[in-house]
């Protein structure tokens, strides 16, 4: 049996490991934008701190979430969500200085927007703020600045990636 977390790891929690980690205190809340080394680094630490064995999802569970993930993504915080309407893949290129200039600004508070359910938990930003981390380096989900596209079979390559955790139990 397993838990995942309800929400991505935050930047508050990630300073709690590494005090370097350099944010605005108003987005403490806000996922921590990692690299997959930073993230498995966390694991470590958590899993060694806690005496609980978390993990970061493998990519079978990864795919499963993945797919609950593009059902959701246009009305959870991703360029189709800020963009107010169904984009086209066009309309992505035009606006890609826009979405430069914001930056992180379009990521969220973590739980901004309502759960998806995956079995008899909710989880929360699972079809976007951020895309996540899986144990082999890839993503699922998607991230605010990220287009999605329901027809699409595979993920892009996400601007902005945190991770949540998987407890074993």
Partial sequence: SLSISIFEITNAQFAAYNPDHNYAPVHANHP???????AKNYV????ERTGQT?????DQEAARWHKLARKVAAKENTLNHWAGYDLTW?????????????????????GSFLPTTIGEAHVYDLG?????????????????ADYVDPAATDNQSPKFTGFRLVREE
Wanted: hydrophobic share 35%; aromatic share 8%.
């Fill in 32 to 38: 921590a934008i990692v690299t997959p080394d930073e």
């Fill in 44 to 47: 470590t630490w958590i899993t």
């Fill in 54 to 58: 978390y993990r970061l999802p493998n």
């Fill in 90 to 110: 066009e309309e992505v290129h035009m606006l890609a200085d826009e979405l430069d200039q914001l930056g992180e600004d379009m990521i969220r508070s973590v």
């Fill in 128 to 144: 976007g703020n951020v895309a996540e981390l899986t144990e082999s380096g890839t993503t699922y989900g998607y991230s605010a």
